[in-house]
Structure formats: C-alpha cells, structure tokens
C-alpha cells in the first residue's frame, strides 16, 4: 500500500490505489475488425438515452480493463518494502488502441515521489480472457500520476475503451468503476459522481486539478482503472481514496480525462510530458475578501510571489507587498495584481490559475486580464517548461 498525507485531518489517510501482491511467478460488439493476428473489438451504443446500465456496461467493456502487475527488483524501494527487497505491486489499467496501449496510473508501475520516480523492473499485463503479456513502459507523467504502457497487440483480443470528457459533467450523475481492487479481477462497483474539481496530490509538488470525486466503491489495485459513464466513455482514472482505515469510504478520486488525455498524446509521442509554468504563487480571491481588500473582482487570482527570472517577472507582474487577515486566515496578500482572467477565460472557484495554465504548453503565449491598482490591463507571458520541485505556478 502506498499512503500519503493530504490537506485532511491527520486522522485521514491519502491513499494511491496500487497495492501488493506476493513475488510475482511466472459482449456483443457493434463491429469487429482484424489486425494481423489481434482482434479488435469496437464497441459503440452504449447508454442510449441517458440510460445507466450497469450491466451493459461491464459486459461490453470490463474486456477492456487489464491488471497489471509490476515487479521491483532487489534493492529498490517499493510500494510494500521501502527499504528495498524484490517485491510486486498490482494495480488496474484499461486498453485504449488496436496497437495494444494500454493507460495506467503512474504509481502502479512506478516507485518513489519526484519529478523522476523509478520504473518497475517488469511488468506485465493479464486480460478478461485469462491472457497474459509483458508490457513496455513508454512513457510516466508524474506531475498527472498517468503512465502508458504497450504490449505486443500479436495474438490478443483487444476491446479499446473511448477517453471522454471530463468537462459538462455533473454531480449525482452515474458512473461505473472496473479494475482489481484487493486483488479481485474484474471488479465492478457503481456509484454517482460526489463532487467536482478537486485537487489530490501527484506524485511531484504540485496537484491534480479538477479530479473526479466518487463514491463508487474505489479500493487499493483499481488505481489505474477506468471511472465510466453511462455512454461507456472514460471520464477518468481512479487514483487515489481518503480513508480513516485505507478502505474505501464513499470518497474516491479520479484523474480527469482531459488531463488523462493530454498525458496520454505527449507520452505516446515523446516518451514525456512537458508542462507550461508562469512562476507565480497565489491566493484566490472570493466576494467577500474582495470587499476587505477593495478589489473591483469577485474572483481572481492574488499574487502572493513572483519567481524571480519566471515568465510572470519578465511579464512585470507585481505581487502583493504586503499582508492581511481576513476571517481567520493569515498572510494574505495586499496591494500587488490581481489575475482575473487567461485568453478571456474568467478565473473562479472551479476553474483557477494552475488548471488553466497546465493546459498550455512551454512556449506559448497567454493573454492575462490584470488588476492593478484599480485599473484593468492586458499583460502577455510567453510560458516556460515547468520545473521539478517547484509548485509555483
């Protein structure tokens, strides 16, 4: 079990959903096609009519989710020996090609926190069918907790599974979750959606923004499962739970797909990700403390710091010289800028500074709505790549 500290109670655990097994040993599809010797199953029509059908769901789908296995060898650290020892962990993933790619959850084949966690020895990946293969890391993004692993695609049967959208979505709306947890292949459990735009912590400094909140039962080994809608599309990767007992509560997380698919295209093309970083860390600003500091917006971002040499200094961005309180919290910044909006996009509670810019890429150029000393203004940041370490935005 891999357990981490969250902004919770001391008395809540954060935990990564991988978990450890012993050494390792040795539906009516809508249309069928064939590559060579691998059968591709393409599964269309699921939840017509907004329709929830748990059943279809996993008859047509849970083909698609595979367990993976990895191995540490002796001497590295791993999820149940950190002290080094050769041990195996056991997470869940899901096909996405007919080429045999297969999305995972970075900590399940991966061990270590930072920037550059050690890669498992070996891993492989089982099938629904019994079918067992070893698999290729291609690429881990840590900074998204996402990894893409490849397989020999010679012989299998493959049923893709389709990466949704993790925007428009609702809370109570339906959602499926299919993986190992505990080590019990093909495991549904159902659920609704609980809660969106949450931050859970990646395996850097810097967190995940908007994951999925679910009370879909979510245990240790579906990290790296698919979170599903009712249409059968992949509204996320269930990653991590918060638990007083490393048990599933009702309060699961899953990486959003549209930071799910941004990791996947960067991996499957460079081997990497690289993420855009403005260097600045700030304090969001909601009604109320805006009447307190007398700022003409009633959402935005307060500049606590600027990076020196950042994009947000070479940009003449100004944070706040000094500080206040405001109902019991303390350090907040006064008279510096304020970002209200990026490429016209209004910043709010649920779409905020670092969601908006980890989209981006290093190098491009982003238009700031600025409030400075009363007075709106335009200011453009030419992005950088992000470094390790550093949370700044």
Known sequence: ?????????????????????????????????????????????????????????????????????????????????????????????????????????????????GARPQRADQVYVEFADGNRAPAEIIGDDPNSDVALLEVDPDGLALTPLTLGSSRGLTVGQPVAAIGSPLGEPQTLTIGVISALDR???????????????TDAAINQGNSGGPLLSASGSVLGINSQIKSTSGGSVGLGFAVPADTVKRSFEQLRDNGKVDYAFIGVTTRELYPRLAEH???????????????????????????????????????????????????????????????????????????????RDGDRRKVTVELARRPSGDPSR
């Open 293 to 371: 500091l007398d700022v003409a917006a009633k959402s935005g971002a307060l500049i606590k710091e600027v990076v020196p040499s950042s994009p947000a200094d070479d940009a003449g961005l100004k944070a706040g010289s000094e500080r206040t309180s405001f109902q019991g919290e303390e350090d907040i910044p006064r008279g510096g800028d304020v970002i209200v909006s990026v490429e016209g996009n209004a910043l709010s509670a649920t779409e905020d500074l670092v969601d908006l810019i980890s989209l981006r890429d290093p190098g491009e150029r982003v238009e700031l709505e600025v409030l």
């Open 199 to 213: 931050s859970i912590k990646s395996l850097t400094d810097y967190q995940i923004g908007n994951a999925i909140q």
């Open 1 to 113: 079990m891999i357990v981490r500290s969250g902004s919770v109670p001391a008395v809540v655990l954060v935990s990564l959903l991988a978990t450890g097994c012993g050494l390792l040993g040795e539906d009516e599809p809508q249309a069928t096609r064939t590559v060579e010797k691998t059968r591709v199953e393409v599964v269309e029509g699921l939840g017509k009519n907004d329709s929830f059908d748990p059943a279809s769901i996993y008859r047509r789908l849970s083909p698609g989710v595979v367990t993976v296995s990895s191995r540490f060898g002796s001497g590295a650290p791993s999820p149940l020996d950190p002290s080094g020892g050769e041990q195996a962990g056991l997470g869940s993933g899901f096909v996405v090609d007919g080429e045999g790619r297969i999305l995972t959850n970075a900590h399940v084949v991966t061990t270590g926190d």
